[in-house]
């Protein structure tokens, strides 16, 4: 009786799967990265009996904007398709009398209804449709719990300090390699994989490569004030960082970033500007304003002394004669030219790169003095303005032909006379 029943409902399975199926996926929401796809059965459908993950040959695939499917066969990936559109299962191993030629459908279903009946009558296989959601996945929120260690370079002043700092915004990422992430996240799911199976993981991750990011653009002197400005600069450095883990391992890209805020501790502001000050100071005009602002203060906190306005500015006349520097002579020394307005030393040569030398190589890029020894008619050659055996003058630059014309080179540019 036994095998009666397996050979009956191996017949009934096998006949039940020759209706070709039509497989869709409704709108997946944005909670939603991998659904499984549904099989469409109507009220006035006959199709109702056959089995469970079984897509029969000629059977069709809708696939929508913003959606990505792959079919497994038997555990193993065996279709793909990120165009939206509708496909046609051609390469099923489940036969249908509705699909291709007849007379070899009957034959393929006889040899699987035989398969089916070793089985005990069910399939002995196993095929799904599912659908990735490939749109961008928004609304991820972050935060730094603890401040986050960041260096503020600016070449330009000589600052070079680290200050912690907290950051806080939303981050979007999207599945880029559907593949990639169906073999090593979600696998063969029952019916749905949302994103919160996977958050935690993520967020920690994203916070681990903030700090290398931020890294990166620390050198390029970008301050802190300025990150928030810089969010393509950032989501660079974040899917660089990330490119193992993410890219490389799960098939996910960062899309985008916005960062809601950048704060510093209040020492670590006042630290910055306060060495932002000490560096602007540096420049005579600029000390020498900030004394003249000074001196007013003083002229002005002088004239309202309780004890005499007298008293006063004999303060500040003794504070002037106890040392230091007057606002004159800063501004005196701000009106020196630099070393490269300077005019040439006695004797030295100027070079190509602008720089003035004193020596036989110049001091910025390293080229040689260039020559100023002449050849003499005789053969000697010479570096002063007389030949040092027979006495001829150096001959002038520029020579005049016969036929009147001025030259510099070796040849008249009129009538071809060689130089004399």
């Known amino acids: 009786m036994g095998l009666i029943k397996a050979a009956m409902a ?18 997946l929401s944005s909670d939603v990265m991998v659904a499984k796809g549904q099989k469409r059965i109507g009220g006035k459908s006959s199709n109702k009996k056959g089995s469970d993950n079984i897509i029969s040959q000629g059977s069709g695939i809708a696939v929508a904007d913003g959606q990505c499917m792959i079919i497994v066969e038997q555990g193993k990936i065996v279709e793909f398709a990120s165009e939206p559109g509708e496909y046609t299962f051609d390469s099923s191993t489940e036969p249908s009398i509705f699909a291709g030629n007849l007379s070899n459908a009957i034959l393929a279903s006889f040899d699987q209804f035989a398969i089916r009946f070793t089985y005990g009558g069910s399939t002995g296989k196993d095929q799904r449709v599912y659908y990735f959601n490939t749109k961008e996945l928004m609304d ?14 600016d070449s330009r002043i000589g ?9 806080s915004g939303v981050y979007s990422y999207k599945i880029a390699d559907p593949i990639l992430f169906y073999t090593n996240v979600c696998g063969n799911i029952s019916n749905v994989f949302t994103r919160d199976e996977i958050e935690k993981q993520l967020k920690t991750e994203f916070l681990s490569a903030l700090q290398p990011a931020l890294a990166k653009l620390s050198a390029l002197e970008i301050r802190p004030n300025q990150i928030i400005a810089h969010n393509t600069e950032l989501e660079d450095a974040m899917n660089e960082a990330l490119s193992q883990k993410w890219a490389a391992t799960r098939g996910l890209k960062i899309v985008s970033i916005a960062l809601g805020s950048v704060t510093l501790p209040d020492e670590d502001a006042e630290l910055i500007k306060t060495m932002q000050r000490n560096a602007a100071l540096t420049n005579p005009n600029m000390a020498g304003a900030t004394l003249v602002a ?9 004239a309202g002394n309780s004890a005499g306005a007298m008293t006063g500015f004999m303060g500040m006349g003794m504070a002037a004669q106890a040392g230091g520097t007057n ?7 701000g009106q020196q030219p630099t070393p490269q307005q300077a005019a040439p030393q006695t004797g030295g040569w100027t070079c190509s790169c602008g720089t003035v030398n004193s020596g036989k190589f110049c001091a910025n890029c390293g080229s040689p003095k260039p020559s100023t020894d002449w050849t003499c008619s005789c053969g000697t050659v ?16 520029d020579w005049i032909c016969s036929c009147g014309t001025k030259n510099s080179g070796k040849f008249c540019s009129n009538c071809g006379s060689p130089r004399v």
């Open 140 to 153: 991820n929120k972050f935060g730094t719990p603890n401040p986050v260690p960041f260096r503020v370079v």
């Open 159 to 167: 600052l070079d300090i680290d200050v912690s700092l907290r950051c």
């Open 10 to 27: 191996a017949a009934g399975s096998t006949l039940a799967d020759q209706w070709k199926e039509f497989f869709y996926c409704e709108a």
């Open 327 to 333: 606002a004159q002579n800063l501004f005196s020394m």
């Open 294 to 302: 000074a001196q007013a203060d003083a002229m002005k906190a002088a």
């Open 382 to 397: 010479n570096s002063g303005k007389f030949c040092s055996n027979c006495g001829s003058p150096r001959p002038s630059a």
